[in-house]
């Protein structure tokens, strides 16, 4: 019984450490390479997004700022991103969402906002 109930306690005493609930989203690094690519993708599709009222806004590069992951029935990726015009000043903050089951990537959620001036800057993937 001792041990049922110590392992019932398991995810709660991860968050207590700081460590995200299993299941949860864990922070990942902007620089690795499915990031990159979730990221990639979510620019791809950016002009397309249902409801998307800078869908038409130009932009010639784009800084991932954060990101965290989520493990489902493929990988959930969070992404902040930084939309820069051709000069490196930014455009549009973008918070997305993107689903990766399995190499087949949609986006599920977006939402624009203004620039961050609080974010170091990370290394400028050009766009197209």
């Not at 390479?33 to 990221?39: E, F, L, S």
């Not at 051709?86 to 087949?104: L, P, Q, S």
């Amino acid at each position: 019984m001792k041990l049922f109930a110590a392992l019932l306690s398991l995810p709660f005493a991860a968050s207590i450490g700081g460590q995200p609930l299993m299941g949860g989203y864990s922070p990942v690094s902007v620089s690795d390479a499915r990031t990159t690519a979730a990221a990639a993708f979510a620019m791809d599709s950016f002009p397309t997004l249902p409801d998307n009222l800078l869908a038409s806004l130009p932009f010639a590069s784009f800084d991932i700022v954060a990101a965290s992951q989520q493990v489902v029935a493929g990988i959930n990726y969070r992404l902040e991103i930084e939309m820069k015009d051709a000069e490196g000043v930014c455009v549009n903050h973008a918070a997305i969402t993107v689903y990766d089951r399995f190499g087949t990537q949609t986006v599920t959620s977006f939402e624009n906002g203004p620039c961050r001036v609080d974010v170091a800057l990370k290394p400028r993937i050009e766009y197209k």
